[in-house]
């Protein structure tokens, strides 16, 4: 059910309880005033009544007092009057019709108590108001009671009357209140909240676009205030996300561009030296054969080609050399902190998909390191992406750069900690050989250690690991801190 219907029943209900509450308050205080209207006005008639009764037995008129009796009677049906005397015989002896016995009762155990006040009968839901009242003659003597009883259904035809007002001015109540407040509900809270939902359904489908405001000065107005602030700022989030992202990827890029480069410099270079000196040789061989006179046409011939196919391959090699050759290092002072922070952002995504815990801890006051901030990268991201593979999910990667000595003389030791399967010792003893993996079917080529050991060592620093098979691996990358472990070149 829709809030602005259930505040539309809620705002008819409420309303309809303090009407018809108000309705049934004034319906009592109208019963009661007309009870105490019929009241007095019984009385006022049965004290007249009194005086002329007592006036006509003074004067020994009894027939004017049977008179007067039926006159009234007959001018008003719904009033009875009797007069009862000392021993409660009634007189006359027969006016208009007799009372009910139960009412006879009540009323003549009223005259035996001599109770004079007004009373009503029934007491739960009263039909008739009697008024007794006494007679004397002129010496103060008591002679009789009157008895003046009056129906209630005038009384009773004013309540039902009002009753039936109250009815159908709660039934208009129902009928003006629930189309106006379901219109009003409509326009000040259902409307703004379909328009909140519509630009809820707009974020979601990647569209931030605030929400038109009609200065509503309430509390859907605040929110619908609030919520483009909300979309704006999510706006800004989702553009910096990808701005990082677009970062991350260009570095990541960058790192697997440069570890492409230094796999292939590694393998030119053994093909350099693999192949350099038997082409020497076959270039030698091909240069005498076409040196020998007495050679066969067809003989030199093939030596020419042969030469000339030998230093086509040299050329060929040579290039791919040029090609691959790493740029010089551009060492700096720098903060080891903050390349190993770039890479650990880098990998964050891939840690929380694999649901690896990567923490990085870092000394206080650890100092600066004279480094080649892009070399550090590599080597971390090497690091990294093999203690990645090696972590199971629900698995921890810690990454600790903390002080060291080295030959007395102050390094810095960054050390990365997993728990993943860990190594055998043969494994562990070959884990530094170019080419050499466990990784086959992973993708895996061997290099990503040979490579960052050769960084550290291009830095004067040293790479040593250590490993636990089930337990997990530590490797401890030592850089040195001064200038002087660098060559001057």
């Given at each position: 059910m829709r809030i602005a219907t259930k505040l539309t029943l809620s705002?008819?209900?409420?309303?309809?309880?303090?009407?018809?509450?108000?309705?049934?308050?004034?319906l009592l205080t109208e019963r009661h005033d007309l009870a105490l209207d019929i009241s007095q006005q019984t009385q006022l008639l049965g004290k007249s009544l009194q005086i002329a009764i007592e006036n006509a037995v003074r004067d020994k008129q009894l027939a004017d007092i049977e008179e007067l009796l039926k006159g009234l009677e007959q001018i008003?049906?719904?009033?009875?009057?009797?007069?009862?005397?000392?021993?409660?015989?009634?007189?006359?002896?027969?006016?208009?019709?007799?009372?009910?016995?139960?009412?006879?009762?009540?009323?003549?155990?009223?005259?035996?108590?001599?109770?004079?006040?007004?009373?009503?009968?029934?007491?739960?839901?009263?039909?008739?108001?009697?008024?007794?009242?006494?007679?004397?003659?002129?010496?103060?003597?008591?002679?009789?009671i009157l008895a003046v009883v009056r129906t209630l259904d005038e009384m009773r035809r004013d309540l039902e009357a009002t009753r039936s007002n109250?009815?159908?001015?709660?039934?208009?109540?129902?009928?003006?209140?629930?189309?106006?407040?379901?219109?009003?509900?409509?326009?000040?809270?259902?409307?703004?909240?379909?328009?909140?939902?519509?630009?809820?359904?707009?974020?979601?489908?990647?569209?931030?676009?605030?929400?038109?405001?009609?200065?509503?000065?309430?509390?859907?107005?605040?929110?619908?205030?609030?919520?483009?602030?909300?979309a704006t700022e999510?706006?800004?989030?989702?553009?910096?996300?990808?701005?990082?992202?677009?970062?991350?990827?260009?570095?990541?890029?960058?790192?697997?561009?440069?570890?492409?480069?230094?796999?292939?410099?590694?393998?030119?270079?053994?093909?350099?030296?693999?192949?350099?000196?038997?082409?020497?040789?076959?270039?030698?061989?091909?240069?005498?054969?076409?040196?020998?006179?007495?050679?066969?046409?067809?003989?030199?011939?093939?030596?020419?080609?042969?030469?000339?196919?030998?230093?086509r391959i040299t050329r060929i090699v040579q290039q791919l050399l040029e090609f691959t050759r790493r740029r010089p290092p551009n060492y700096s002072h720098c903060d080891l902190r903050v390349p190993v922070t770039a890479v650990l952002n880098l990998l964050e995504y891939?840690?929380?998909?694999?649901?690896?815990?990567?923490?990085?801890?870092?000394?206080?006051?650890?100092?600066?390191?004279?480094?080649?901030?892009?070399?550090?990268?590599?080597?971390?991201?090497?690091?990294?992406?093999?203690?990645?593979?090696?972590?199971?999910?629900?698995?921890?990667?810690t990454v600790t750069a903390s002080h060291s000595q080295t030959l007395g003389k102050p390094t810095v030791a960054l050390t990365i900690r997993d728990d993943g399967c860990g190594m055998s010792p043969d494994v562990l003893g070959r884990v530094f050989e170019p080419f050499f993996t466990t990784r086959h079917g992973q993708g895996g080529v061997g290099l990503g250690l040979a490579v960052a050991r050769s960084i550290a060592v291009a830095h004067k620093g040293s790479i040593k690991a250590e490993s636990v098979p089930g337990k997990g691996s530590i490797i401890t990358v030592i850089l040195p801190v001064g200038e002087d472990h660098h060559d001057s070149a």
């Amino acid at each position: 059910m829709r809030i602005a219907t259930k505040l539309t029943l809620s705002l008819t209900a409420i309303g309809l309880v303090t009407f018809m509450a108000y309705g049934v308050y004034n319906l009592l205080t109208e019963r009661h005033d007309l009870a105490l209207d019929i009241s007095q006005q019984t009385q006022l008639l049965g004290k007249s009544l009194q005086i002329a009764i007592e006036n006509a037995v003074r004067d020994k008129q009894l027939a004017d007092i049977e008179e007067l009796l039926k006159g009234l009677e007959q001018i008003e049906p719904d009033l009875k009057i009797r007069v009862y005397g000392q021993q409660g015989e009634i007189f006359p002896n027969a006016i208009g019709n007799a009372f009910e016995k139960a009412f006879h009762d009540r009323l003549q155990t009223a005259l035996k108590n001599e109770h004079i006040d007004p009373f009503f009968y029934p007491l739960e839901d009263p039909e008739t108001i009697t008024v007794l009242l006494p007679l004397h003659n002129e010496r103060g003597e008591r002679l009789g009671i009157l008895a003046v009883v009056r129906t209630l259904d005038e009384m009773r035809r004013d309540l039902e009357a009002t009753r039936s007002n109250l009815l159908v001015s709660a039934a208009a109540f129902i009928m003006i209140a629930v189309p106006l407040c379901t219109v009003i509900c409509w326009v000040y809270i259902g409307w703004p909240l379909k328009r909140l939902i519509g630009g809820m359904t707009r974020i979601k489908e990647g569209n931030f676009s605030p929400l038109p405001l009609k200065n509503q000065q309430d509390e859907i107005g605040v929110l619908l205030v609030a919520f483009n602030n909300m979309a704006t700022e999510l706006e800004n989030a989702r553009r910096k996300l990808k701005e990082e992202a677009q970062s991350r990827r260009h570095l990541q890029n960058a790192l697997q561009e440069a570890d492409k480069l230094i796999t292939i410099g590694q393998l030119s270079a053994g093909l350099a030296h693999e192949i350099g000196s038997p082409l020497q040789v076959l270039k030698g061989r091909a240069d005498y054969l076409q040196l020998g006179a007495a050679q066969p046409e067809e003989v030199i011939r093939n030596a020419q080609i042969m030469a000339s196919q030998a230093e086509r391959i040299t050329r060929i090699v040579q290039q791919l050399l040029e090609f691959t050759r790493r740029r010089p290092p551009n060492y700096s002072h720098c903060d080891l902190r903050v390349p190993v922070t770039a890479v650990l952002n880098l990998l964050e995504y891939e840690a929380l998909r694999n649901q690896v815990e990567l923490r990085f801890e870092t000394a206080k006051d650890l100092p600066m390191i004279f480094a080649d901030s892009d070399g550090i990268q590599q080597i971390v991201l090497n690091l990294i992406t093999n203690a990645l593979s090696a972590t199971a999910s629900g698995g921890h990667i810690t990454v600790t750069a903390s002080h060291s000595q080295t030959l007395g003389k102050p390094t810095v030791a960054l050390t990365i900690r997993d728990d993943g399967c860990g190594m055998s010792p043969d494994v562990l003893g070959r884990v530094f050989e170019p080419f050499f993996t466990t990784r086959h079917g992973q993708g895996g080529v061997g290099l990503g250690l040979a490579v960052a050991r050769s960084i550290a060592v291009a830095h004067k620093g040293s790479i040593k690991a250590e490993s636990v098979p089930g337990k997990g691996s530590i490797i401890t990358v030592i850089l040195p801190v001064g200038e002087d472990h660098h060559d001057s070149a």
